[in-house]
């Protein structure tokens, strides 16, 4: 006896990608690549000297920079090419930026007691100036992934 199993059903339920959830797409890829580029320009100079003689604050100007002119640039682009499609935000987008920016924000609220704690102990500036952009990186890039993940499904609102 065989089983009639109906077909899966095609991919056509997918609600179109709206402005928002492609501006996390563009936060998701360039928060981590950019903090990626500054770990590998900064980590080596630390093997090699001091965490006080240690340049930093140059290479995080550009990776903090680059973010931000690429999430505006990623922006542009993003509403060039989907500027006929139905992009509107709705209800929906709001619940799941609310959502992730909450995640973000319980990240960076450790973060920023674990700065304090390293200006209480009076921590060279290399390592609370890194701690908190790190933080910020994470809580950003988590706040990203839980909305995409939001808006591929896994969000009950």
Same mark, same amino acid.
């Given at each position: 006896m065989t089983?009639?199993?109906?077909?899966?059903?095609?991919?056509t339920d997918r609600v179109p990608t709206t402005f928002e959830e492609r501006n996390t797409w563009w936060v998701a890829i360039l928060v981590p690549a950019t903090t990626l580029a500054y770990c590998a320009v900064v980590i080596p100079r630390l093997w090699s000297r001091p965490a006080a003689e240690v340049a930093w604050v140059t290479p995080m100007l550009w990776a903090i920079g680059v =973010?931000?002119?690429g999430t505006i640039l990623g922006s542009i682009?993003?509403?060039?090419v989907a500027r006929d499609s139905h992009t509107e935000s709705d209800v929906r987008d709001k619940q799941i930026v609310r959502h992730g920016d909450r995640i973000a924000q319980g990240?960076?609220?450790?973060g920023a007691a674990a700065v304090l704690v390293l200006a209480m102990v009076r921590a060279d500036q290399f390592w609370i100036g890194n701690v908190l952009f790190l933080i910020g990186a994470v809580g =950003?890039?988590?706040?990203?992934?839980?909305?995409?993940?939001?808006?591929?499904?896994a969000?009950?609102?």
């Amino acid at each position: 006896m065989t089983s009639c199993k109906p077909a899966p059903a095609a991919d056509t339920d997918r609600v179109p990608t709206t402005f928002e959830e492609r501006n996390t797409w563009w936060v998701a890829i360039l928060v981590p690549a950019t903090t990626l580029a500054y770990c590998a320009v900064v980590i080596p100079r630390l093997w090699s000297r001091p965490a006080a003689e240690v340049a930093w604050v140059t290479p995080m100007l550009w990776a903090i920079g680059v =973010t931000f002119v690429g999430t505006i640039l990623g922006s542009i682009v993003s509403a060039m090419v989907a500027r006929d499609s139905h992009t509107e935000s709705d209800v929906r987008d709001k619940q799941i930026v609310r959502h992730g920016d909450r995640i973000a924000q319980g990240v960076m609220a450790f973060g920023a007691a674990a700065v304090l704690v390293l200006a209480m102990v009076r921590a060279d500036q290399f390592w609370i100036g890194n701690v908190l952009f790190l933080i910020g990186a994470v809580g =950003t890039t988590w706040g990203a992934i839980a909305k995409i993940r939001a808006y591929r499904g896994a969000f009950h609102g």
